[in-house]
Nanobody
Framework: QVQLVESGGGSVQAGGSLTLSCAAS????????LGWFRQVPGNVREFLAACNWNGKNTYYSDSVRGRFTISKDNAKNMGYLQMNSLKPEDTAVYFC?????????????????WGQGTQVTVSS
C-alpha cells in the first residue's frame, strides 16, 4: 500500500478557500483511485470526493459538489482537494485515502491506505 500524508489544512473565514494536498509514497500512485473524506469528533467519517486512477472520472457528495474539486498528479505522486466557498459546517479533520482500482469509490471500507488527517476550521 501507499503511505499518504495530508497537508494544507488551517483556519479560514467563511467564503474563503483552501487547497489540501495528499503526498503518496511507497508504491506507484498512478494505479490508485483517490478519495477525500472528513470527520467531526463524535460523527462518522463522511465521503466528500473521489477520482479514478488518472483523475478524469470524478464524483462528489451533494454537500460539496460545485464547491470542491478533486485532482491527482501522478507524475508528482500527489492528490489535491481544492475547497472554495467554505462554510463553518465544513470544519472537520480531512483525510485522503487511496486504493488500486480501475474506477473510483465513495465507500470508506474500499480504501486501505489512509493519511493521518489535517484539520480545517472555518469561522463565521
Amino acid at each position: 500500500q501507499v503511505q499518504l500524508v495530508e497537508s494544507g489544512g488551517g483556519s479560514v473565514q467563511a467564503g474563503g478557500s483552501l487547497t489540501l494536498s495528499c503526498a503518496a509514497s511507497g508504491r506507484t500512485f498512478g494505479s490508485y483511485a483517490l478519495g477525500w473524506f472528513r470527520q467531526v469528533p463524535g460523527n462518522v467519517r463522511e465521503f466528500l470526493a473521489a477520482c479514478n486512477w488518472n483523475g478524469k472520472n470524478t464524483y462528489y457528495s451533494d454537500s460539496v459538489r460545485g464547491r470542491f474539486t478533486i485532482s491527482k498528479d501522478n507524475a508528482k505522486n500527489m492528490g489535491y482537494l481544492q475547497m472554495n466557498s467554505l462554510k463553518p459546517e465544513d470544519t472537520a479533520v480531512y483525510f485522503c485515502a487511496a486504493e488500486p482500482m480501475s474506477t473510483w469509490s465513495a465507500a470508506i471500507n474500499e480504501y486501505r491506505s489512509w493519511g493521518q488527517g489535517t484539520q480545517v476550521t472555518v469561522s463565521s
